[in-house]
């Protein structure tokens, strides 16, 4: 027998973020996931080494891996739209739901099982609280390159998600955007250690 699962998740690097913004460069959601899951494993590190807090750290980033999978059959829908009202939102995370079962279901029972905690998150969980955190980040982050690129099209998106950002008074996320963010913002020769 075959699985498609693997196969499905592959076909994430055709998925394009950022749909209804004009791009200096364009993301996919398998970049985002990859930034996400770095990001995420950054958060919980410093939420355990420097905050003194105990997020499970390998539930983390596997959260993060894994929380735009169910967009490989839902597409990315854009979050002035996904956010408009409480309706929109709420039918499509019921689809997102039903597409991360439907993926689920594209594996043996016993991976299946294994898998189904990343892949349905419970949204109520600390570590699925660092990924959204990191999630924002990835935002912020592509904000500050389109904007290092000329790109005033993300100038509005950055305030606002730099507003979001200190408004979850999460000391982690506070720590990450103080002493990483400002990097983001250089350039390759003014970074050290070149």
């Given amino acids: 027998m ?8 592959d076909r994430m690097k055709y998925i394009r973020r950022w749909s209804l913004m004009r791009s200096s460069r364009e993301e996919n959601v398998m970049e985002h996931s990859q930034q996400v899951a770095v990001f995420a494993h950054a958060l919980a590190l410093i939420d355990t080494h420097i905050c003194g807090n105990a997020p499970d750290i390998a539930k983390t980033v596997l959260c993060a891996m ?5 967009e490989v059959m839902t597409g990315d829908l854009p979050t002035p739209i996904k956010y408009y009202n409480a309706d929109i939102l709420g039918a499509y995370k019921q689809l997102e739901g039903r597409a991360a079962e439907k993926l689920l279901g594209m594996l043996p029972q016993e991976l299946a099982a294994a898998l189904a ?9 600390y570590e699925y609280k660092l990924v959204k955190a990191a999630d924002k980040l990835s935002a912020y982050v592509k904000c500050l390159e389109e904007l290092k690129s000329g790109n005033l099209e993300f100038k509005k998106a950055k305030e606002s998600i730099g507003k979001e950002l200190k408004s ?12 990483f963010l400002p990097a983001f913002s250089r350039t390759l020769d003014e970074m050290e250690g070149l």
Avoid: G, I, Q, T
């Fill in 2 to 9: 075959s699985y498609d699962f693997y196969a499905f998740l």
């Fill in 66 to 70: 894994y929380h735009e999978c169910a």
């Fill in 117 to 125: 905690p990343c892949v349905c998150v419970d949204a109520e969980s």
């Fill in 168 to 179: 979850r008074k999460m000391p982690c996320v506070e720590y990450f955007m103080e002493n």
